[in-house]
């Protein structure tokens, strides 16, 4: 069988070694390791370096001793009641714990040398091993996150200057979805979890069960309530319902959104649908949460049937993308629709429009310059849209999924803007209507059908529900 489709920000370079993550000795080892990067992150924007000897930015990536001056008192991991204090072993609420200092996840490891790859958690690379073993037997590179949010502008920056007279070139943050056209698809898979991982810890303060503060476990990989800690004061309290048994919340989490390519009988037409927060003339394939209690192929029928009104079948898998804004799953399908149904625009407070447009329309626009460009104005009215604040404020003020589900399919503007994106006077020479780029799954959806290498075809079979 041929490999699956990769899109964009998939294809994850790293080895994650999720099972050194509860290994205090390894993981502060490793943090200190000559190989060692760090990507560092402010409010959600990745820090980008541009080189002094060219124009281009990409993805930057610090050392240990550039960063050390952000990172907190030693140890980084297993930190103790008192500062510089190491912590009890075998204390599951303390496994690789940071109580101070600012976040900072392990992401993995980038195995480089094609005969000492894949380590597995063997004898070689066991957390029960000696981490200087361990050390030893990894070669590659390390990488690390660090979520600067709440350390001051002046600190960072002094540390990013020295870092630029060390090693030459300028660093600077920038817009997370526009950086990601500077992007080739290592950085983009790389910076697609550690983006991920940054929120996930910046939005989760507190404890759904008891409001306790939250503190992190694993690398940054797990949280837990700070009420369980040997040392704390709980009289008085009942004890937090999370002391016992499994809980979701603890385990950063990926919302699964459906989007699809909806195709008609003959094989010859798309239906592709516009909402409202959108730029003029731009469409995409609709999107939706799934809901608990429902398969993809479910979610895929109702939200159609939700939105404009349209009964499919024949619902097909064609390929995932995880899409970090904040930690989504996208999921892709083509679907069989009956295009001489009436399509409804008025069931979806959202839905401003949704048409069938034909292969040769889809593809007059793919082969415009412009037909699935976004324009840096483009690319911050989404993140505004979409997230409406700064990540790493507190749960109450996070966007609703809606909004961000939506803004999944393609891009979006804030309220008011429309009218005057609208009212510019388009070239002569503008696409008639205009579609997400191939690095959306959206993008690749509608492409890849467009030149007949996926989905429903005029020769292929329409009929069969799942």
């Keep these: 069988m041929g490999e699956a489709y990769v899109n964009f920000l998939s294809g994850s370079p790293l080895n994650r070694l999720s099972w050194l993550r509860t290994s205090q000795p390894f993981?502060?080892?490793?943090?200190?390791?000559?190989?060692?990067?760090?990507?560092?992150?402010?409010?959600?924007?990745?820090?980008?370096?541009?080189?002094?000897?060219?124009?281009?930015?990409?993805?930057?990536?610090?050392?240990?001793?550039?960063?050390?001056?952000?990172?907190?008192?030693?140890?980084?991991?297993?930190?103790?009641?008192?500062?510089?204090?190491?912590?009890?072993?075998?204390?599951?609420?303390?496994?690789?714990?940071?109580?101070?200092?600012?976040?900072?996840?392990?992401?993995?490891?980038?195995?480089?040398?094609?005969?000492?790859?894949?380590?597995?958690?063997?004898?070689?690379?066991?957390?029960?091993?000696?981490?200087?073993?361990v050390i030893t037997n990894i070669k590659g590179t390390p990488y690390f996150s660090l979520d600067v949010s709440d350390i001051t502008s002046a600190e960072v920056d002094k540390v990013l200057q020295a870092a630029a007279t060390r090693g030459g070139g300028e660093f600077q943050f920038s817009e997370p979805r526009a950086a990601l056209a500077l992007f080739d698809a290592f950085d983009a898979a790389l910076s697609a979890e550690a983006r991920s991982m940054v929120d996930w810890n910046a939005r989760n303060k507190y404890c759904p069960s008891c409001g306790s503060?939250?503190?992190?476990?694993?690398?940054?990989?797990?949280?837990?309530?700070?009420?369980?800690?040997?040392?704390?004061?709980?009289?008085?309290?009942?004890?937090c319902p999370t002391a016992h048994g499994l809980h979701n919340f603890a385990h950063p989490r990926t919302d699964a959104v459906v989007i699809m390519a909806v195709i008609d009988e003959t094989g010859d037409k798309i239906l592709l649908g516009r909402n409202k927060k959108w730029p003029g003339k731009f469409y995409s394939c609709m999107a939706g949460f799934i809901e608990p209690g429902e398969s993809f192929e479910d979610a895929v029928k109702?939200?159609?049937?939700?939105?404009?009104?349209?009964?499919?079948?024949?619902?097909?898998?064609?390929?995932?993308?995880?899409?970090?804004?904040?930690?989504?799953?996208?999921?892709?399908?083509?679907?069989i629709a009956n295009s001489s149904q009436p399509l409804r625009t008025d069931l979806d407070n959202e839905l401003e429009d949704a048409r069938w447009y034909?292969?040769?329309?889809?593809?007059?626009?793919?082969?415009?310059?412009?037909?699935?460009?976004?324009?840096?104005?483009?690319?911050?009215?989404?993140?505004?849209?979409?997230?409406?604040?700064?990540?790493?404020?507190?749960?109450?003020?996070?966007?609703?999924?809606?909004?961000?589900?939506?803004?999944?399919?393609?891009?979006?503007?804030?309220?008011?803007?429309?009218?005057?994106a609208n009212a510019v006077q388009e070239p002569p020479s503008a696409p008639?209507?205009?579609?997400?780029?191939?690095?959306?799954?959206?993008?690749?959806?509608?492409?890849?059908?467009?030149?007949?290498?996926?989905?429903?075809?005029?020769?292929?079979?329409?009929?069969?529900?799942?």
């Design 27 to 133: 993981l502060n080892a490793i943090a200190h390791a000559p190989s060692t990067r760090w990507l560092v992150f402010k409010e959600g924007q990745p820090l980008l370096h541009t080189q002094p000897s060219a124009s281009k930015q990409s993805l930057a990536r610090l050392t240990t001793s550039d960063v050390k001056p952000l990172l907190g008192p030693e140890p980084f991991f297993a930190q103790g009641q008192q500062e510089g204090e190491l912590a009890q072993p075998d204390v599951p609420v303390l496994e690789a714990a940071r109580l101070r200092g600012p976040p900072i996840v392990f992401l993995g490891l980038h195995e480089t040398d094609a005969d000492s790859s894949n380590a597995l958690p063997s004898s070689e690379f066991s957390a029960k091993t000696s981490a200087e073993t």
């Design 213 to 239: 503060p939250v503190h992190s476990l694993w690398a940054g990989w797990k949280l837990t309530c700070s009420s369980l800690l040997p040392w704390a004061d709980n009289t008085g309290r009942k004890p």
């Design 302 to 335: 109702r939200e159609l049937w939700e939105e404009a009104g349209v009964k499919v079948w024949n619902v097909r898998y064609h390929s995932s993308q995880p899409w970090p804004y904040p930690a989504n799953l996208m999921v892709g399908f083509y679907a």
């Design 358 to 420: 034909t292969r040769q329309e889809i593809l007059q626009v793919l082969a415009h310059r412009d037909g699935t460009t976004l324009t840096r104005r483009d690319q911050r009215e989404l993140a505004a849209a979409a997230e409406k604040s700064n990540p790493n404020q507190q749960q109450q003020q996070q966007p609703t999924p809606s909004s961000t589900a939506n803004a999944l399919a393609g891009d979006a503007v804030k309220a008011g803007e429309k009218e005057a």
């Design 432 to 466: 008639p209507f205009k579609m997400p780029p191939l690095t959306a799954i959206a993008g690749v959806l509608i492409a890849e059908w467009a030149h007949g290498r996926a989905g429903f075809q005029p020769d292929a079979p329409k009929r069969g529900n799942l």
